[in-house]
């Protein structure tokens, strides 16, 4: 007999599954779980005074200053279809990384940090169609969370909409 130590992999037996962990920020919004990577978000901080943006696509609520930096403000309930509520005290920003740049989510709370394996995850496509900013959907015991795509959160028009009501707000601010 071999000794397991000196014994070479049998290529006629399946190789055992490679489990990747995923990290999720999960959040609610109106009774609902959503998630964004914990590697896209930067922080979560109480709600605060939102500045309008009357050029904005109707999915902006605003923007605000965060150190300096003036951020677009998205109104999550919108692009759900939920029932819309005045942000109040109780409320979060929760602020994430895109490849446009920084933005902030208008939520109800955070929930935490979620630790699951990848495979879990349920593609949108397989969900439904014309669910481009949903990019999977984690199957939990106690119910859904779905999982956001901040690259696909405005539509090309929305983006551009957004660009030239945030350089009109610049150019008034100076």
């Not at 009774?31 to 605060?48: E, K």
């Not at 309008?52 to 692009?79: H, K, S, W, Y």
């Not at 929760?94 to 709370?109: E, H, K, N, Q």
Request: aromatic content about 6%; charged content about 20%; proline content about 8%.
């Amino acid at each position: 007999m071999k000794s397991a130590r000196n014994s070479r992999p049998d290529p006629t037996v399946p190789a055992a599954p490679v489990v990747q962990s995923a990290h999720w920020v999960v959040f609610y919004l109106d009774g609902g779980r959503y998630a964004l990577p914990l590697s896209a978000v930067d922080r979560i901080v109480r709600a605060a005074y939102v500045t309008p943006l009357p050029l904005a696509p109707d999915v902006v609520l605003g923007a605000i200053d965060v150190e300096g930096q003036v951020l677009p403000v998205f109104n999550m309930r919108r692009r759900f279809r939920l029932p819309e509520r005045t942000i109040g005290p109780a409320d979060h920003f929760l602020i994430a990384r895109t490849t446009r740049g920084a933005v902030v989510l208008a939520i109800d709370s955070a929930q935490g940090i979620l630790d699951c394996p990848a495979t879990p995850l349920i593609d949108a496509p397989s969900v439904g169609s014309n669910l481009a900013h949903i990019r999977g959907v984690i199957q939990l015991e106690d119910g859904l969370v779905l999982i956001q795509d901040l690259e696909h959160f405005l539509s090309s028009d929305e983006a551009r909409t957004l660009d030239e009501a945030m350089r009109e707000q610049a150019a008034d601010a100076s």
